[in-house]
């Protein structure tokens, strides 16, 4: 743990450092007053970024005016990253311009020139600026990412099962996850959300975990309203999250963390969904079942709870002979770790919990994210011979106020 800390604060440390010289360099020709008032102002905005960082816990977020708490974290989150940018550029100018000395001293040794020449290690000017933009446009991007954190987008995909009975064929299936209700600042927003949920006529909906941050109190009266408009012919259903246990947050008592969740649950039913806990249900259509299995929260992280339970979910499933299975579970690493080793007779598998990590590059030819080096499968389908699983990129959002390159997510899938 010291040795990973010891890492970090270094890797911090030069990142400051390289973020220091590049300003500096930039401000050099300028007038004495506005190059201190420039590197004053540079330093500040760093005092106050980490003591964001520092004083996290102390700070009661929930309190902040919404416009200036996300303002503020889209900036520290622009100006750190912005920062690591800088690091990896200048850290490249540092390695070429080693080479370049032992070349010229290697050349020297070996030659009767006087000399190497004086300018032969100097700063390159071009990776200084392009630190600078980089660390500039980090900046910007995040700042501009806050106004995407409603812009839903309706992703349409088309699966093909040879298991699947025929009246189910057609069958058009939205799946939300990870809503975060805690996180916004906009009924009306939210409800558009919902307008295009209900827009796409789902014969079922589903939501994968993580209604709230932390309390169930997040849900207030005007957003129970809002939910309670999804309906769909075969009906709406849901399972639980890391988030909705309230594990990441003090209580007074025992007791109250596990009426927290005791509330939510009944939130869940008050807005007419079904909330499966390691269970499952029949759905029927004409003569033909399909089965539907929800478990709580299960992850093959070490720093996530395993509630689920999937031999409870199974309990007498394998009697009635049914030839399709979907499985909600709000994990995506439940997949690997437990699916498709064990139950290789679930064909579909939804899950959400990563949101994409917020940030990234989303598209057909190209998809990148940091939560990669963290997750598998981070987004989107992943298909391992006749298993699928689908990893929904989050309907809201949590920590950052925004979305860079990873919009939140309506999903829709048509059976066949």
Known sequence: MWIRLVIILSIIGIAEYYSFIVVRSAVRNMGTAWRTGIISLYLGLTVISWLGFILFRQINWAALPHLLRNVYIAFVLGFVVGKILVLLVMLVDDIR???????????????SAAGPASGAIDRSLFLKRTALVLGGLSLMGFTWGVRNRYNYRVRKIKLNFASLPEAFRGLKIVQVSDIHTGSFDSHISVAHGIDRIMDQKPDLIFFTGDLVNNHADEVDEKYQQIFSRLKAPLGVYSTLGNHDYGDYVQWPTPQAKVANLEKLKGIHAS?????LMNEHIVLERGNDKIALLGIENWSAKANFPKYGDMRKAFSGLKEKNIPFKILLSHDPSHWHAQVLPEYKDVQLTLSGHTHGMQFGVDSKYFRWSPVQYMYKEWAGLYTVGEQNLYVNRGF?????????????????????
């Open 97 to 111: 311009r080693l080479a370049t000395w032992l070349i010229t001293m290697l050349a020297y040794n070996n030659s």
């Open 271 to 275: 807005m007419g969904w079904r909330l």
């Open 396 to 416: 809201g959002f949590l920590g950052y106020p925004g979305r860079l390159g990873i919009l939140p997510e309506i999903t829709v899938f048509e059976l066949g």
